[in-house]
């Protein structure tokens, strides 16, 4: 069995050659493993269909990883030769993997400023594959390194490079494989589509006019107006024929912004951008706009010219990760409608109610459900005939972030569609729980839930509860650990839909040794979840000595340090929250943690430069 150079091989779904792949590096054996499902789903989310993993010391947990990869969906992409005891996982249907889809694969770094600008230089240039690497905190043998998602998985500026281009690539793949200049900077399709490439490679952002061409007429074109942040580079759409029950000739003319996303539902057409600043899309279509424009969840105006019929729209500047904004104009009043009154959350491992609404008897007669995963379902009258309940069983074994399909047809037209998330019924988080600080922006979360307790006083100990499900529940909580005690030991919690309740529990711990305590928080009732816990019994007037996920803590009442191999993270403060070590650590072989004390390291403290 072949593979690349650097050894890449494509494990999973091996069918037709894509004209462009983005793989994100996932270093799974240096990042926790209670967060892999959660950094997976995040990658699937944002737009990531392939996911490049190193190799492997025990397959075992390899094949965990490709597990996960599996339930969501996605690529998966082996750094080396496959184990033989991985040979199953490379038969896509049961067949024999097929020739690998692409030369060897460029690497860049999320955290290079260039790196948006030179991804897309890279497939502009031919090139069919890039890895991104640096994307996440990743903790080994040689240390912390930062990435552009931090272990909590905040995302800092660098990760908005890979954002927009997973984004924009799900929109542009299909004419990617016929792209040729057309005129400079211009590329186009093969079907006349086209983008201008605007590149910006200053530390400022520049604003101006930039010229293109129109390709229905070869006449030059202006795009007004136009904002590109520092190092970035924008594709700019000119020449984009409108999707759905539009005449041949309508078409987005050129917009200001960049395009992510196309659909045409309902008599509504829809929009979506990445736009650093405000900017403009000019559409020319055969027919008045019904409207209203809505723009970024707000009605605004939109301007018609009746002589060269077309509409002229604003886009709002976008919010949040990759400049997202949403814009959407009525053209017309749909015949026909069929839609849920509300799907936005399903529940995994329960039977999910959801109402379906239509404009006319014969629709809801003719209508069916599409699912994505397939997911069993059944229809059921409410007793309004222009009404249906779908009650659609979730398995338990899809993963709670990851979202679903569901779409509803009549007459061989889809009527309407939405993405509901799955979660799981009921979470658990512990507000107290301890995380030791890496660098500027990173904390490490340790595993299971670590919380101090004072030997005399014992503490209390918050947990936040949150009811995922869309109707208000009733559960019964249970904490437990060996040599501890609770009061309350059990509490009755009713938690509103889709909300979260904060619970106090007081832990008293004397006469338990001290260390490290291990428990769990139980709850049943509406949905059932167990959470592991441990509990950091400290003595009074003394100190003590344990480690968690690769990092070594010592503390006491009012003080507390950690450390990594060779490395003095963090000396705090309890009664004010102050380290007094650098962010990132100060290099540290002081010899067994075990054998220190607190008032050792007061000696140690670097000094503050005068």
């Known amino acids: 069995m072949r593979f690349l150079r650097p050894a890449v091989l494509l494990l999973m779904m091996a069918r037709v050659c894509p004209a462009w792949v983005e793989s994100v590096e996932f270093p799974w054996n240096s990042y926790p493993r209670p967060l892999w499902e959660r950094h997976l789903v995040w990658l699937k989310n944002i737009g990531i269909t392939h996911v490049s993993l190193p190799p492997a010391k025990d397959p075992a947990e390899l094949a965990e990883v490709i597990g996960i990869l599996r339930r969501l969906k996605l690529e998966a992409d082996l750094e080396g030769p496959v184990p033989a005891e991985l040979q199953p996982l490379t038969r896509a249907h049961g067949g024999p993997l097929t020739e690998p889809?692409?030369?060897?694969?460029?690497?860049?770094?999320?955290?290079?400023?260039?790196?948006?600008?030179?991804?897309?230089?890279?497939?502009?240039?031919?090139?069919?594959?890039?890895?991104?690497?640096?994307?996440?905190?990743?903790?080994?043998?040689?240390?912390?390194?930062?990435?552009?998602?931090?272990?909590?998985?905040?995302?800092?500026?660098?990760?908005?490079?890979?954002?927009?281009?997973?984004?924009?690539?799900?929109?542009?793949?299909?004419?990617?494989?016929?792209?040729?200049?057309?005129?400079?900077?211009?590329?186009?399709?093969?079907?006349?589509?086209?983008?201008?490439?605007?590149?910006?490679?200053?530390?400022?952002?520049?604003?101006?006019?930039?010229?293109?061409?129109?390709?229905?007429?070869?006449?030059?074109?202006?795009?007004?107006?136009?904002?590109?942040?520092?190092?970035?580079?924008l594709w700019l759409p000119v020449n984009l024929p409108l999707i759905g029950a539009f005449a041949t000739t309508d078409r987005l003319v050129y917009a200001t912004a960049e395009l992510t996303a196309m659909e045409y539902e309902n008599g509504i057409l829809a929009m979506e951008f990445s736009a650093p600043a405000a900017a403009e899309v000019v559409l020319q279509i055969s027919r008045e706009p019904a409207g209203p424009l809505v723009a970024g969840g707000k009605p605004v105006d939109f301007q018609w010219d009746v002589h060269t019929q077309q509409v002229r729209l604003a886009i709002p500047k976008g919010s949040g990760p990759g400049n997202h904004v949403r814009i959407g104009l009525a053209i017309e009043a749909p015949d026909a409608t069929a839609f849920f009154d509300s799907a936005r959350v399903l529940i995994t491992g329960?039977?999910?109610?959801?109402?379906?609404?239509?404009?006319?008897?014969?629709?809801?007669?003719?209508?069916?459900?599409?699912?994505?995963?397939?997911?069993?379902?059944?229809?059921?009258?409410?007793?309004?005939?222009?009404?249906?309940?779908?009650?659609?069983?979730?398995?338990?074994?899809?993963?709670?972030?990851?979202?679903?399909?569901?779409?509803?047809?009549?007459?061989?037209?889809?009527?309407?569609?939405?993405?509901?998330?799955?979660?799981?019924?009921?979470?658990?988080?512990?507000?107290?729980?301890?995380?030791?600080?890496?660098?500027?922006?990173?904390?490490?979360?340790?595993?299971?839930?670590?919380?101090?307790?004072?030997?005399?006083?014992?503490?209390?100990?918050?947990?936040?509860?949150?009811?995922?499900?869309?109707?208000?529940?009733?559960?019964?909580?249970?904490?437990?650990?060996?040599?501890?005690?609770?009061?309350?030991?059990?509490?009755?919690?009713?938690?509103?839909?889709?909300?979260?309740?904060?619970?106090?529990?007081?832990?008293?711990?004397?006469?338990?040794?001290?260390?490290?305590?291990?428990?769990?928080?139980?709850?049943?009732?509406?949905?059932?979840?167990?959470?592991?816990?441990?509990?950091?019994?400290?003595?009074?007037?003394?100190?003590?000595?344990?480690?968690?996920?690769?990092?070594?803590?010592?503390?006491?009442?009012?003080?507390?340090?950690?450390?990594?191999?060779?490395r003095w993270l963090e000396y705090i403060d309890k009664d004010n929250g102050q380290n007094q070590i650098p962010a990132g650590g100060v290099p540290f072989s002081r010899g067994p943690i075990e054998n220190l004390r607190l008032q050792d390291l007061e000696a140690l403290v670097p000094k503050p430069k005068k």
């Open 101 to 233: 889809w692409t030369p060897a694969a460029v690497r860049i770094s999320a955290l290079a400023p260039d790196s948006l600008v030179r991804s897309r230089r890279l497939l502009l240039s031919g090139k069919q594959a890039i890895v991104w690497t640096d994307v996440v905190d990743t903790l080994d043998a040689g240390g912390f390194h930062a990435g552009a998602v931090n272990f909590a998985g905040e995302e800092h500026a660098a990760a908005n490079a890979i954002r927009r281009n997973a984004q924009l690539g799900k929109y542009w793949s299909g004419i990617f494989a016929s792209l040729h200049e057309i005129s400079e900077r211009q590329y186009a399709g093969d079907n006349g589509a086209s983008f201008v490439a605007v590149v910006n490679n200053t530390v400022t952002p520049w604003k101006g006019d930039v010229r293109s061409l129109y390709p229905p007429n070869k006449r030059p074109l202006l795009l007004p107006g136009v904002t590109v942040p520092p190092h970035d580079m």
């Open 350 to 566: 329960e039977t999910n109610n959801l109402t379906a609404e239509y404009s006319s008897v014969g629709i809801a007669q003719r209508s069916r459900l599409r699912t994505s995963p397939k997911m069993p379902f059944q229809q059921q009258p409410t007793g309004n005939e222009l009404k249906y309940l779908f009650q659609i069983q979730v398995p338990e074994s899809a993963i709670s972030g990851d979202h679903a399909e569901l779409a509803i047809e009549a007459d061989g037209i889809q009527m309407s569609h939405s993405q509901p998330q799955l979660l799981t019924p009921v979470t658990m988080k512990f507000a107290d729980a301890a995380a030791v600080r890496l660098g500027n922006y990173s904390y490490l979360p340790l595993f299971p839930a670590t919380i101090p307790v004072n030997e005399r006083s014992g503490r209390e100990v918050t947990i936040s509860i949150r009811n995922n499900a869309p109707e208000i529940r009733s559960f019964h909580l249970e904490l437990k650990a060996e040599g501890l005690e609770f009061s309350p030991p059990k509490s009755d919690i009713v938690i509103g839909a889709s909300a979260a309740r904060d619970v106090t529990v007081r832990v008293f711990s004397t006469g338990a040794a001290e260390g490290l305590h291990k428990g769990e928080a139980r709850l049943s009732g509406a949905a059932s979840a167990v959470v592991p816990v441990q509990f950091v019994v400290i003595p009074n007037g003394g100190a003590v000595s344990y480690s968690s996920g690769g990092v070594t803590l010592l503390e006491s009442a009012k003080l507390r340090a950690s450390f990594l191999p060779g």
